[in-house]
C-alpha cells in the first residue's frame, strides 16, 4: 500500500469525505468506524472507482485498548500510514446537568482519549520515518467556551491546544500537526445532535467544502485551518477578540437555542 491514510469515523460526514479526497490521488486507505456495512460500502466504491487498496477495520474506538488493536492489526498487515486523520467524534446540545453523565464520560473518552492515544501511538513512528501528517478535528468553538455544548466544546479546545503543542515539538522535524477548526458543517452530526434546530448553525457549510480546505491545509504544512461558512459565522469569529466574554457567551448561548 502506497501514501495510506488512517481516517478514523471514516462510514460518514467529513471522515467519508476525506477518504474519497485521499482516494482521488490513487493513494490508499485505512478506514475505521464502528459501522462495517458502511464502510465496506465505501471500500467497493472507492476500490472500484480509484483502483487502490483499502483495509477496513470495524471497531468502537471508545473500547478499551481499541488504539493498541489497530497498531498491532496495521503491524501484522505491514501497512505503515503517512496520515493520521483523527476525525471520530461526536456531541450532543443540552444543558450540562441535564446531560446522561455516561454519554459526556464517552464524549470525552472518544473526543479526547482515543485522539490523543493514537497520535501517541504512531508519533514515535511518524519521527523515526520524519515525513507524516497529523490532522485533528477540533472546532471554531474551541477558541471560546460554548454554552448548551459544555462538554463538547471543551473536548475541542482540548484538541486544538494538544494538536498545536505537539506541532511546535516537531518544529526541527518534517511531521506536521493540522488542527481544523470548522464552524457548522452539514454532517449525520449536525442532525442528530439537534444543530440543525438553531439559528446559530441555520446555514451549514457542506462536508466536501470543509473536508477540501483542511486537507489542502495539511499538504501545505498549515498549523490550523479555520473553515467558517455563512456570513454570521465569519462575523462572529473576526469580532470575537473584541466582543466582552459575558456578552460572546449570551450571543452563543442564544444562538444555540433549540427553536421550537
Not at 99 to 123: G, P, Q, Y
Not at 136 to 160: E, G, R
Not at 165 to 175: F, K
Request: glycine share 4%; aromatic share 10%; net charge positive.
Amino acid at each position: 500500500m502506497k501514501n495510506v491514510a488512517l481516517i478514523t469515523g471514516a462510514s460518514s460526514g467529513l471522515g467519508k469525505q476525506f477518504a474519497i479526497i485521499h482516494a482521488q490521488r490513487g493513494w490508499d486507505l485505512v478506514l475505521i468506524a464502528r459501522r462495517e456495512d458502511k464502510l465496506r460500502e465505501l471500500e467497493q466504491e472507492l476500490s472500484d472507482k480509484y483502483r487502490i487498496k483499502v483495509l477496513v477495520i470495524s471497531k468502537d474506538l471508545t473500547a478499551v485498548n481499541a488504539a493498541n488493536e489497530i497498531k498491532k492489526e496495521l503491524d501484522k498487515s505491514k501497512i505503515e500510514p503517512e496520515y493520521l486523520i483523527n476525525n471520530a467524534w461526536f456531541g450532543w446540545i443540552g444543558k450540562f446537568w441535564d446531560r446522561n453523565w455516561k454519554d459526556e464520560s464517552s464524549m470525552i473518552a472518544l473526543n479526547v482519549m482515543v485522539l490523543t492515544e493514537l497520535c501517541h501511538i504512531f508519533l514515535p513512528w511518524m519521527k523515526l520515518r520524519n515525513s507524516w501528517r497529523i490532522l485533528n478535528i477540533s472546532s471554531t468553538a474551541s477558541l471560546i467556551p460554548w454554552p448548551n455544548q459544555a462538554v463538547y466544546y471543551a473536548t475541542k479546545a482540548f484538541v486544538t491546544s494538544l494538536s498545536n503543542a505537539i506541532a511546535e515539538e516537531l518544529y526541527d522535524s518534517n511531521v506536521t500537526v493540522t488542527a481544523l477548526l470548522p464552524g457548522p458543517t452539514k454532517t449525520e452530526f449536525w442532525e442528530v445532535s439537534g444543530m440543525d434546530k438553531t439559528s446559530l448553525f441555520s446555514k451549514p457549510a457542506s462536508a466536501r467544502d470543509v473536508a477540501l480546505e483542511w486537507y489542502n491545509g495539511m499538504l501545505e504544512w498549515k498549523l490550523n485551518v479555520l473553515s467558517v461558512g455563512g456570513f454570521s459565522q465569519k462575523v462572529l469569529m473576526k469580532l470575537i477578540p473584541f466582543i466582552p466574554k459575558k456578552m460572546l457567551l449570551k450571543i452563543v448561548r442564544e444562538g444555540q437555542e433549540v427553536n421550537g
